[in-house]
């Protein structure tokens, strides 16, 4: 009799060993479903969008800003220079901080919606003049 309390004890013990596994699976599984389904809604998302658009802007104005400070930083070592080289070395920076403003022009367009980025300074928001208008420094 105690030879077959310890068989049963131990089929009882198994069975719910692998019977928990089995729920434990199963609830992993829909949980995976309900994940899949709240970022597949979420990517079709308007919110998501506008996130992932002002990350790409960012990410182009943080390149523009390094390009600014490379640019500004590339004749700091100067003095070794000749007048020829020096004066080649301004010009070339001169010519690159046109580029890229001229960039950094375009990408505030883009953003802006065609519009030029000084009227989006002297304009506030949605054409109100005066709003963030550019005093000069005194």
Same mark, same amino acid.
């Given at each position: 009799? %105690?030879?077959?309390?310890?068989?049963?004890?131990?089929?009882?013990?198994?069975?719910?060993?692998? !019977?928990? @596994?089995?729920? /434990? /699976?199963?609830? @992993?599984?829909?949980?995976?479903?309900?994940?899949?389904?709240?970022?597949?809604?979420?990517?079709?998302? #308007?919110?998501?969008?506008? %996130?992932?658009?002002?990350?790409?802007? +960012?990410?182009?104005? &943080? =390149?523009?800003?390094?390009?600014? !400070?490379?640019?500004?930083?590339?004749?700091?070592? /100067?003095?070794?220079?000749?007048?020829?080289? @020096?004066?080649?070395?301004? =010009?070339? &920076?001169? %010519?690159? &901080?046109?580029?890229?403003?001229?960039?950094?022009?375009?990408?505030? *367009? *883009?953003?802006?919606?065609?519009?030029?980025?000084?009227?989006?300074? %002297? +304009?506030? #928001?949605?054409?109100?003049?005066? !709003?963030?208008?550019?005093?000069?420094?005194?």
């Amino acid at each position: 009799m %105690l030879y077959l309390t310890l068989a049963l004890t131990f089929c009882i013990l198994t069975s719910t060993y692998f !019977v928990g @596994r089995f729920y /434990a /699976a199963k609830t @992993r599984l829909v949980e995976k479903a309900i994940e899949e389904t709240i970022e597949r809604k979420l990517s079709t998302s #308007p919110i998501s969008a506008e %996130l992932h658009r002002l990350r790409e802007e +960012n990410g182009v104005m &943080r =390149n523009l800003l390094i390009d600014m !400070v490379e640019n500004e930083a590339s004749l700091a070592d /100067a003095t070794t220079m000749s007048e020829v080289e @020096r004066t080649r070395a301004a =010009n070339a &920076r001169t %010519l690159r &901080r046109r580029e890229v403003f001229g960039e950094a022009i375009l990408v505030l *367009q *883009q953003t802006n919606g065609g519009r030029h980025p000084a009227d989006s300074l %002297l +304009n506030g #928001p949605k054409g109100r003049p005066g !709003v963030n208008v550019i005093h000069p420094p005194i």
